[in-house]
Every structure is written in C-alpha cells, then in structure tokens.
C-alpha cells in the first residue's frame, strides 16, 4: 500500500498564488520553509519590453516522505500589455519525471488552450475567465496603490497560471504599517491577513508585504504545518532543502483499531478538525455524509448499498487531458491487453483493469509526487497516485468515464507505525448498479481479493482535467495533521 502527498500538491497550488511584483522590473529570490525545515526556493523576475511586461516565476521545493523524498518543480510565465491586458500564459510542473506544459493564448473572443508538447500536443479552444480580474503584474499595481491610499482591506482577483485560466480571490485584511528584519535591516512594510479563494479552496496567510506590493514573508497554515516564505538573497535562497517529513507525521490514530480492515463492507465514521468544520466531503456509490453536530461530520461507507450518482457531463469524465492522457498510444495498448476475455460488462471490464494495474506498477514507492498516466505506464512505478490516476486514464479509454478519489485508508501497518490512516488516492469508475449509474470506487493498490473495502472515507474528488487536477485535491490540505477519526461501526 502505498500514499499520496496531498500536501504537494498544495504547496503547488499555494507558491503560484502568492502576490507578485510590482509593475517595475525586478529580480526576486525567497527561501521556502515547510514545518520549520528548508524545503526549497521561489524566484520571480519580472521584465519590460516595449508594451509587454512578462512575469517568470519558478519553484522547486523538495518533501519528505517517510525515508525517501519527492521533489517538485513549477515555472511560470505570464506576458501582459503594461496596460493590463493578458497576452499568453506559459506554465511547466514537474511532479513525476516528466514535466506536464501548457500554453494559453488570449485571442479576441477566446482562449487557445495548448497542453503538451510535440505531435501528442492538443489544441481547444476556451472560453475567457469569467468576470472581472487583473493579470499578475497589474494585480500588483492595484495592490500597491491600495496600500498608498491607506486602505485596510484590498481584495483582488486574478489567475494562478499553474491551474490554468482558474480565478483566485485573494482578500488582504487588517492591513497596517509594520516592521520587519529583510536581509538583515530593519524594513517598513505593511502586515496582513490574507484568504486566497480558489473555487472551494482556502487558505489563510498572515503577510509581510512592501509599498511596491511585493511580499517579503508569509506564513500559511495547511493542517497542523506551516509553509513560511521569506525574501532571502539568491546564494541562500538556493542552500540545501533538508525537507520535512509529512507523511507520518500526518497519519491519523483513530479512536480505536479496526480489525480485518480489507474484509470490511460498512464503516461508520465520525470525522472533525481540531478547529474549525469540516469542508464539504463528496459522496459516491458507496459513501455518504450527513452533519454531525460541533462542525463534524458522520461519513457512513455501505459497500452493499449503492448510491446513484445523478447528473453526470459524462464527456467531461472520458476526455483525455494531461494526466488522464488517454491518446497514449501504450495506454490504449495496455487497455485492450486488460480487458482481452473480460466481456462486454462495464463493471468486469472495470474490476479487469484494476487487476492489471495492480499487477503492472511492479516498484511501487514513495519517490514520485503525482505522474501522469502514460508516464507511469512506461515506467511500472509510483506509489497510490500513479495507481489511480493510470486506472482512470484507463477506464476513459476502454470508454468508462472516471475520476479520482483523495482521503484516507486504514492500515494496520505501514512504515513502522501500526493502526492508523494514512492519506491515499484511488479511482473511481461511473457504472451500473442496481439503483442506476454510480461512482463506484476501484482501489488498484489492493490485490485480486477486493477492489475496495469500507476502511476508506473520501475528502475529496477530481476529474484530472487541465484546470482541476491541482486545485481540487489540495482542498484537503486543511486536514493535514488536524483530523480526528472515530470509528463508530465496522463490519
């Protein structure tokens, strides 16, 4: 058995929405620290030229997982006009061994999406970010005049290129002159509490921020961790991470064993935050949720009782994007090997891709972030994220619509520590049941005996597509060392 980081993915989604700089060029270096450790770097420039202003941003920041590592690598590129207007957007994330690009063009009536590289690349055109919003450099520029004027509250929108064309909201509140030790003297600056809304993501930050708009520190709480950034020159900026280990460290101990977890078909769960309510949990065929009272909710998972899914855009859960990448030759080679003798039944033809998955990821371990289908169907390793996110690319090209599940599984061993839960991944396929067409989960990191057992509870799901990979799975980085699990009932 092996899990999922969803805390990489947040920081992913985190380091790309911090502010930017101002409308003046300049060249900036940060240290970033995770849980009181080094864990990697940021750097951003920003030039102009003629009537373009272009903001580079680039990242590698490295995580401990139990006794191996994984690090990730974002860049960035947004060309605006000085007056604001966005022109393209370039953006490159490395969390398996091959980096995922794409390029976004802004046309007159729409966008020109652009996602891969080479004559796998594919070409759609979008529609425009919806409402009003400011491109990065001029978001900066609202900011900084904000601040002049002495406002106390500033809200700007505008888009984090490493999700694609998503809006992110992010409110600055209870702003007031501060003073903070850059580099080693004394700056006059301006402190802040911020909430940067991404859809149904939040997160909360307090800031240290300079008269030009540029952030000089920020500390963001994800779970029981912080993720503190801090203007830092190029030289030490780029020392060696000695990365944080937030694998076991955010395991959860429930209120009691449970016993032959892989045999179980319905658990009972009542699940809360050491502060605050729990975000909104998803339901599938097999669980549900209903409000427990003090901000908790009761997650009940029935593997004998079904649950319809309702309307389903069924196009989106079969496309092929970056992760799901299912226009890969070897995918479609691998996919029809697995179902050979399988029949025409969707569910069997389901259960046999599971199998095969299982059965094909050969090193399964901890060293990879989040690797796309293709890729780990050529290399046969990774951990539960290469699992599920191969078996829905999978499933889409054997014509099954899918998706991918995030939450927890129990364990009753695993890296040294016993009877816990340990954050993980699977997928889920859209098929028939007796009550109509359900998601039904697959967990392809169990062997031939079971696709799935009730030792599981969902936080959270995502399709894979371009603008939802990232931002829908670092939803559940609030709960990263701040949830409690009591089991009321298993059998």
């Known amino acids: 058995m092996r899990y999922l980081r969803p805390v990489v993915l947040a920081c992913t989604l985190l380091l790309t929405t911090l502010a930017r700089a101002g409308d003046q060029d300049s060249d900036r270096w940060y240290e970033l620290w995770l849980a009181g450790s080094r864990s990697g770097w940021?750097?951003?420039?920003?030039t102009t030229e003629g009537d373009r202003i272009t903001t580079r941003s680039d990242m590698e920041m490295t995580i401990g997982r139990a006794d191996q590592s994984t690090t990730i690598r974002t860049s960035t590129v947004f060309i605006e006009t000085t007056d604001g207007a966005p022109v393209e957007v370039t953006v490159s994330?490395?969390?398996?061994?091959?980096?995922?690009?794409?390029?976004?063009?802004?046309?007159?009536?729409?966008?020109?999406?652009?996602?891969?590289?080479?004559?796998?690349?594919?070409?759609q055109p979008m529609p425009k970010p919806a409402g009003e919003w400011l491109a990065p450099a001029a978001a900066s520029r609202f900011l900084a005049q904000r601040l002049a004027s002495g406002a106390e509250a500033v809200t700007v929108r505008t888009i984090d290129p490493s999700s694609g064309l998503t809006i992110i909201e992010v409110e600055r509140t209870g702003i007031a002159k501060a003073e903070l030790e850059?580099?080693?003297?004394?700056t006059e600056c301006f402190q802040a509490t911020s909430e940067t809304a991404m859809g149904p993501v939040k997160i909360k930050a307090t800031e240290w921020i300079d008269a030009d708009g540029n952030v000089l520190r920020s500390e963001?709480?994800?779970?029981?961790?912080?993720?503190?950034?801090?203007?830092?020159?190029?030289?030490?900026?780029?020392?060696?991470?000695?990365?944080?280990?937030?694998?076991?460290?955010?395991?959860?101990?429930?209120?009691?064993?449970?016993?032959?977890?892989?045999?179980?078909?319905?658990?009972?769960?009542?699940?809360?935050?050491?502060?605050?309510?729990?975000?909104?949990?998803?339901?599938?065929?097999?669980?549900?949720?209903?409000?427990a009272g003090d901000g908790a909710a009761r997650v009940t998972v029935d593997l004998g009782r079904p649950i319809a899914a309702g309307e389903v855009d069924r196009a989106e859960y079969l496309a092929s994007t970056s992760y799901a990448d299912t226009g890969d030759e070897l995918l479609r080679e691998l996919t029809a090997k697995a179902t050979e003798g399988a029949g025409d039944d969707p569910a069997a033809r389901a259960?046999?891709?599971?199998?095969?998955?299982?059965?094909?990821?050969?090193?399964?371990?901890?060293?990879?972030?989040?690797?796309?289908a293709s890729e780990t169907a050529r290399s046969c390793r990774g951990d539960c994220s290469e699992h599920g996110v191969l078996l829905a690319a999978m499933l889409r090209t054997a014509g099954i619509p899918s998706r991918v599940a995030v939450g927890v599984v129990y364990v009753d061993r695993f890296a040294g520590e016993r009877d816990v839960f340990g954050y993980h991944m699977w997928a889920q396929g859209l098929l028939e049941t007796e009550n109509g067409p359900a998601w039904v989960d697959l967990d392809a990191t169990l062997n031939e005996r079971a696709p799935f057992d009730a030792a599981h509870i969902a936080f959270g799901t995502s399709s894979l597509g371009e603008t939802d990979a990232i931002t829908s799975l670092a939803g559940i980085a609030p709960l990263l060392g701040a949830l409690e699990i009591k089991v009321e009932e298993v059998k």
Do not use: C, W
């Not at 980096?99 to 590289?117: K, N, Q, S």
């Not at 259960?351 to 090193?363: C, G, P, S």
């Open 93 to 123: 994330q490395t969390l398996g061994q091959a980096p995922i690009e794409a390029r976004y063009v802004f046309r007159e009536d729409d966008v020109l999406a652009i996602t891969g590289t080479g004559p796998g690349a594919r070409e």
């Open 42 to 46: 940021s750097h951003e420039v920003v």
């Open 351 to 372: 259960e046999a891709l599971r199998r095969f998955v299982f059965a094909h990821i050969t090193d399964k371990n901890l060293g990879t972030a989040f690797a796309t």
């Open 220 to 291: 963001t709480a994800m779970g029981a961790m912080t993720i503190t950034m801090v203007a830092s020159t190029r030289e030490n900026a780029m020392e060696s991470a000695d990365p944080a280990e937030v694998m076991i460290s955010t395991f959860v101990r429930p209120s009691r064993p449970i016993s032959y977890p892989r045999r179980s078909t319905r658990g009972v769960y009542t699940v809360r935050l050491t502060e605050g309510e729990m975000p909104a949990l998803p339901a599938s065929a097999y669980q549900s949720v209903e409000p």
């Open 182 to 186: 850059v580099l080693g003297r004394t």
